[in-house]
T-cell receptor, first 116, second 111 residues
């Protein structure tokens, strides 16, 4: 079945540094990838939709300069949290949709970011 | 805009009990999908079911069953003979272009 690999699974960084999270579709081509964040005991909030070769579409209230998304190939999307602050600490989850039109999203295992 | 209401924040049952998780959604899309995902303590999301808005047949998969009522915009999920391993947060999510999650229901199954 479709597999999405997300890396790193957890990361701790100092305030002010930037952190990059990778999302890879291992056995299928993902024309669209979605990035979510989840605070403890809360739901998943859609941050942005990235399409291969074009700029990401951000949801209202999400700072595009803060959360840089790049989808340079059909198998890789990256989320960079720039100048991270403690309030950016969260669980970030990516998902990928192939080009089969089935609308079933495959999710990565998530990346837990802690900003000190 | 899509909206999902999972009115039950937490449910606690004893093993072998049946439990139903409610989901009510709002969407302006005429065609859409409805999903249920499970999120165990590990955090990884597990796909459970996808239902096309045109297909109102109820579905059963082992101990899991789903009741889709388009007239009331509900897509409820029932676990029969619950087990401790069913303990997780369950999310209902309509998809009309993008997947929007409900608040989730945390199910705790005690032995």
């Amino acid at each position: 079945g479709a597999v999405v690999s997300q890396h790193p699974s957890w990361v701790i960084c100092k305030s002010g540094t930037s952190v990059k999270i990778e999302c890879r579709s291992l056995d299928f081509q993902a024309t669209t990838m979605f990035w979510y964040r989840q605070f403890p005991k809360q739901s998943l909030m859609l941050m942005a939709t990235s399409n291969e070769g074009s700029k990401a579409t951000y949801e209202q209230g999400v700072e595009k300069d803060k959360f840089l998304i790049n989808h340079a190939s059909l198998t890789l999307s990256t989320l960079t949290v720039t100048s991270a602050h403690p309030e950016d600490s969260s669980f970030y989850i990516c998902s990928a949709r192939g080009d089969s039109g089935a609308n079933v999203l495959t999710f990565g295992a998530g990346s837990r970011l802690t900003v000190l | 805009a899509q909206k999902v209401t999972q009115a039950q924040t937490e449910i606690s049952v004893v093993e072998k009990e049946d439990v139903t998780l409610d989901c009510v959604y709002e969407t302006r899309d005429t065609t859409y999908y409805l999903f249920w995902y499970k999120q165990p303590p590990s955090g990884e999301l597990v796909f459970l079911i996808r239902r096309n808005s045109f297909d109102e047949q109820n579905e059963i998969s082992g101990r899991y069953s789903w009741n889709f009522q388009k007239s009331t915009s509900s897509f409820n999920f029932t676990i029969t003979a619950s087990q401790v391993v069913d303990s997780a947060v369950y999310f209902c999510a309509p998809h009309g272009g993008k997947l929007i999650f409900g608040q989730g229901t945390e199910l705790s199954v005690k032995p």
